[in-house]
């Protein structure tokens, strides 16, 4: 089993930053990749990023690549979410994710992660 707690969120002006962070606990945490994923009101959860147990593989969703990094301390149990030029479209709860049945390969679908953290508001103003 496995517990994620996510933080780090807020309200941005267009164009700023924010990382957020999950801190794992439960489960050895360099057994398994993790992802980001964000859910806006009325949509469906999406994919944002994801990363291997190593951080040797990281996977993007278009609509963030150049602009958002995502990177892991395993000494620290953590997964992080650097997010730069944010916008307002990026306005969303932000979820992470332990995919428990892949190590090396970084996965894009919800299904495919088994546990969930509680997600944070990031909100984003033109």
């Known amino acids: 089993q496995v517990q994620l707690v996510e933080s780090g969120g807020g309200l941005v002006q267009a164009g700023g930053s924010l990382r957020l962070s999950c801190a794992a606990s439960?489960?050895?945490?360099?057994?398994?990749?993790t992802g980001w994923f964000r859910q806006a009101p009325g949509k469906e959860r999406e994919f944002v990023a994801a990363?291997?147990?190593?951080?040797?593989?990281?996977y993007y969703a278009d609509s963030v690549k150049g602009r958002f990094t995502i990177s892991r301390d395993n000494a620290k149990n953590t997964v992080y979410l650097q997010m730069n030029s944010l916008k307002p479209e990026d306005t969303a709860v932000y979820y992470c994710?332990?995919?428990?049945?892949?190590?090396?390969?970084?996965?894009?679908?919800?299904?495919?992660?088994?546990?969930w953290g509680q997600g944070t508001q990031v909100t984003v103003s033109s």
């Open positions: 994710g332990a995919a428990l049945n892949y190590r090396w390969a970084v996965r894009s679908a919800p299904y495919e992660y088994s546990y």
């Open positions: 990363i291997s147990w190593s951080g040797s593989s990281t």
């Open positions: 439960g489960r050895s945490f360099s057994t398994y990749a």
